[in-house]
């Protein structure tokens, strides 16, 4: 890292990392990296329930001293301690047997950290693995994170409604769906060309403003095996894809496609294009995991704030087995540090 990107990134607040599901990986994963901070580390703060921290580092055989602080207080406790913002509500957080009353808990530190970085308390929000049948069990009715935040921001910025993107980032492949957590015959069903048009300009947008790509160039995926194949494979591609690729080349933005799924994620082919515009969530997020499972990082575009989160779920099946990876959460944690950064 450059002397000047340590100074810019000297300047932001601490970042907001969200505890995800207690019964999960997330407070492990967030005392590892923690414990594995380095001289490129952002100074972070989790918002947790202490007492379920110390838990879990006591299980984990972990020695990592927590301190209660508030905001204000994380970057100076952050080199000695990992810095804790207590919830107001306690957590049960059994490994691997997700609780509906910690729900409260979970949704409490996602909106408070929304909240952080809105007041300034905090630069950027980190979120950790949540999962949503547990919180539908407890009223939650949006389809995730990414849906949610768009309505919190919308709250809290008093903006307009927003379309928030979702997109995987990874240095081996970047991938933004179209259609998100949907079931794939209804995502189908909901693919238009302007729904392409609108997720493709954020994404350009802030490929500008927050990863500093002059001229961001989208390979725009077919919906159908090989795009279609003039048609022969169905009539969307020509439809719907194609008219959503040349109302963005008419609009300056360098977007090519429709391009075969099946063609668009080799070595090669990646070399040509910044960020694959996918139609349905599996089509583009199969590749990404497949490359760099252990360092993708999810972040919201079309967002006021930024938002990053690991790549990978709560992982149930292995919390409390001290064998999680934290290697997404410290790129998530270094990634929104950095579009912060570049935001400011």
């Given at each position: 890292?450059s002397?000047q990107?340590?100074?810019d990134?000297?300047?932001?607040?601490?970042?907001?990392?969200?505890?995800?599901?207690?019964?999960?990986?997330g407070?492990?994963i967030?005392?590892?990296a923690?414990?594995a901070?380095d001289a490129?580390t952002?100074?972070w703060f989790?918002?947790a329930?202490?007492?379920h921290?110390v838990?879990?580092?006591?299980?984990?055989?972990?020695?990592?001293?927590?301190?209660?602080?508030?905001?204000?207080?994380?970057?100076?406790a952050?080199t000695?301690a990992?810095?804790?913002?207590?919830?107001?509500?306690?957590?049960?957080g059994?490994?691997?047997?997700?609780?509906p009353?910690?729900?409260?808990?979970?949704?409490?530190?996602?909106?408070?950290g929304v909240?952080?970085?809105?007041?300034?308390e905090a630069?950027?929000?980190?979120t950790?693995?949540?999962?949503?049948?547990v919180?539908?069990?407890?009223?939650?009715?949006?389809?995730?994170?990414?849906?949610?935040?768009?309505?919190?921001?919308e709250?809290?910025w008093?903006?307009?409604?927003?379309?928030p993107?979702?997109?995987i980032w990874?240095?081996?492949?970047?991938?933004v769906?179209v259609?998100?957590?949907l079931?794939?015959t209804?995502?189908i069903s909901?693919?238009?060309?302007q729904a392409?048009?609108e997720?493709?300009r954020?994404t350009?947008?802030d490929?500008?403003?927050?990863?500093?790509?002059a001229?961001?160039?989208?390979?725009?995926?077919?919906?159908?095996?090989?795009?279609?194949?003039?048609?022969?494979?169905?009539r969307?591609?020509?439809e719907?894809?194609?008219?959503?690729?040349?109302q963005?080349?008419?609009e300056?933005i360098?977007?090519?496609g429709?391009l075969?799924?099946?063609?668009?994620?080799?070595?090669?082919?990646?070399?040509r294009?910044?960020?694959?515009?996918c139609m349905?969530?599996?089509?583009?997020?199969i590749?990404?995991?497949?490359?760099?499972?252990?360092?993708?990082v999810?972040?919201t575009?079309?967002?006021p704030f930024?938002?990053t989160?690991?790549?990978?779920?709560?992982?149930f099946?292995?919390?409390?087995?001290?064998i999680a990876?934290?290697?997404?959460?410290?790129?998530?944690?270094?990634?929104?540090?950095?579009l912060?950064?570049?935001?400011?």
């Amino acid at each position: 890292m450059s002397d000047q990107s340590r100074s810019d990134r000297s300047k932001l607040a601490p970042l907001a990392v969200t505890q995800g599901d207690p019964s999960g990986i997330g407070p492990e994963i967030a005392i590892k990296a923690w414990l594995a901070r380095d001289a490129d580390t952002p100074p972070w703060f989790l918002l947790a329930d202490p007492d379920h921290i110390v838990r879990t580092a006591q299980a984990m055989g972990l020695s990592a001293p927590v301190a209660q602080i508030t905001p204000a207080q994380a970057v100076e406790a952050f080199t000695t301690a990992l810095p804790v913002a207590p919830l107001r509500a306690s957590v049960i957080g059994t490994p691997g047997k997700p609780d509906p009353q910690d729900a409260p808990a979970t949704l409490e530190a996602i909106e408070r950290g929304v909240m952080m970085v809105r007041s300034g308390e905090a630069g950027a929000l980190v979120t950790n693995p949540i999962a949503k049948d547990v919180l539908y069990k407890a009223g939650f009715h949006h389809p995730g994170h990414t849906e949610w935040l768009g309505e919190l921001a919308e709250r809290e910025w008093k903006v307009a409604p927003l379309r928030p993107v979702m997109l995987i980032w990874s240095a081996e492949l970047a991938v933004v769906p179209v259609t998100i957590h949907l079931a794939l015959t209804r995502a189908i069903s909901e693919l238009t060309t302007q729904a392409i048009v609108e997720t493709a300009r954020i994404t350009a947008h802030d490929y500008r403003t927050r990863f500093g790509v002059a001229a961001p160039r989208l390979a725009i995926a077919g919906l159908n095996p090989h795009a279609g194949e003039n048609g022969t494979m169905g009539r969307e591609d020509i439809e719907i894809v194609a008219p959503a690729v040349a109302q963005l080349q008419a609009e300056g933005i360098d977007a090519r496609g429709p391009l075969p799924p099946d063609t668009m994620f080799h070595a090669a082919a990646r070399a040509r294009y910044d960020v694959a515009i996918c139609m349905y969530h599996d089509q583009g997020l199969i590749p990404v995991k497949t490359l760099a499972f252990d360092s993708g990082v999810n972040t919201t575009l079309g967002l006021p704030f930024v938002r990053t989160s690991p790549d990978h779920g709560t992982a149930f099946d292995i919390a409390g087995k001290g064998i999680a990876n934290e290697s997404s959460l410290i790129a998530a944690i270094k990634l929104a540090a950095r579009l912060a950064s570049a935001q400011a």
